[in-house]
């Protein structure tokens, strides 16, 4: 069955980093556009980045873009999340999901990522 598992949260200081990681199985990653999407307790899951099935087009959320970076290598079905200088409203459940939109697709589990000041 189709399956995304994300990787890599944790808790990091103001002005850190972190990396995460989200695997694809059962899926045609090469053909499938993909997404970042996090949610803080008590708010709704909002946008990060999405990434064009090859790679060649990225879009962020205003409140991220010149901090993350959103890649991926389709020879191991693999998405990434590079996020620099964190802030703790970056604090939230991280999630992938293949697609653009919020609705529908496939969603992985989320990892948590918790930036602290």
């Known amino acids: 069955q189709a399956q995304l598992e994300e990787s890599g949260g944790g808790l990091v200081q103001a002005g850190g980093s972190l990396r995460l990681s989200c695997v694809a199985s059962?899926?045609?990653?090469?053909?499938?556009?993909m997404a970042w999407y996090r949610q803080a307790p008590g708010n709704r899951r909002e946008f990060v980045a999405v990434?064009?099935?090859?790679?060649?087009?990225?879009n962020y959320a205003d409140s991220v873009k010149g901090r993350f970076t959103i890649s991926r290598d389709n020879t191991k079905n693999t998405l990434y999340l590079q996020m620099n200088h964190l802030k703790p409203e970056d604090t939230a459940v991280y999630y992938c999901?293949?697609?653009?939109?919020?609705?529908?697709?496939?969603w992985g589990q989320g990892t948590q990522v918790t930036v602290s000041s």
């Open positions: 999901k293949t697609g653009a939109t919020r609705g529908g697709g496939i």
């Open positions: 059962g899926i045609q990653f090469g053909l499938s556009q």
């Open positions: 990434i064009s099935s090859r790679g060649a087009n990225t």
